[in-house]
T-cell receptor
């Protein structure tokens, strides 16, 4: 079974609809992240959470909100979806910094969202 | 703030040929450098990383990269590519002491027979 799972894997919705993307992990990591990937733009950080009570905005948080329901679950919501939010969304997890200051991020398989 | 530049959006090569994917970064502080690979319809997977020490780092699947501080580069190389190496490759940078990764725009490697 995958360590980082995302649901749904694909979603088509209409402008103005509320959408929730879910991420679950079995790695026992404290830190979780949401990124979006757009062609030619790479991955950009939307939100990140270092533990259940610590949530932070990334570089492109406008139009998004998140909820950290438990250590293992981190949801991303689009309150009112718009077409330019059409993208591939990735969840990632990591441990706190290891000795030497490094901790690998592990990525889920992605959710392809289309907003019509 | 850090930034990453991957100048080549797409690199076509023939099977068994060598390949180099270029990555340049900018940062005012010490950094860690990474290469991730994304196979079609999959998430990102860590290919290799530079944290400190030897500037030549080896990763999975025969890839290696060299950290060049004076040129602020971290180019990825493989001496002989396979069809299965067809994927998108992302260079990423993170300042020491913080978890936020900054990604480049990606380079699509297309290996043909």
């Amino acid at each position: 079974d995958a360590d980082v799972t995302q649901t749904p894997r694909n979603r088509i919705t209409k402008t103005g609809k509320r959408i929730m993307l879910e991420c679950s992990q079995t790695k026992g990591h404290d830190r979780m992240y949401w990124y979006r990937q757009d062609p030619g733009l790479g991955l950009r950080l939307i939100y990140y959470s270092f533990d259940v009570k610590d949530i932070n905005k990334g570089e492109i948080s406008d139009g998004y909100s998140v909820s950290r329901q438990a250590q293992a679950k981190f949801s991303l919501s689009l309150e009112s979806a718009i077409p330019n939010q059409t993208a591939l969304y990735f969840c990632a997890t990591s441990d706190p910094l290891e000795r030497g200051g490094y901790s690998e991020q592990f990525f889920g398989p992605g959710t392809r969202l289309t907003v019509l | 703030a850090q930034s990453v530049t991957q100048l080549d959006s797409q690199v076509p090569v023939f099977e068994e040929a060598p390949v180099e994917l270029r990555c340049n970064y900018s940062s005012s502080v010490s950094v860690y450098l990474f290469w991730y690979v994304q196979y079609p319809n999959q998430g990102l997977q860590l290919l290799l990383k530079y944290l400190s020490g030897s500037t030549l780092v080896k990763g999975i699947n025969g890839f290696e990269a060299e950290f060049n501080k004076s040129q602020t580069s971290f180019h990825l190389r493989k001496p002989s590519v396979h069809i299965s190496d067809t994927a998108e490759y992302f260079c990423a940078v993170r300042s020491t002491g913080f978890q936020k990764l900054v990604f480049g725009t990606g380079t699509r490697l297309l290996v043909s027979p």
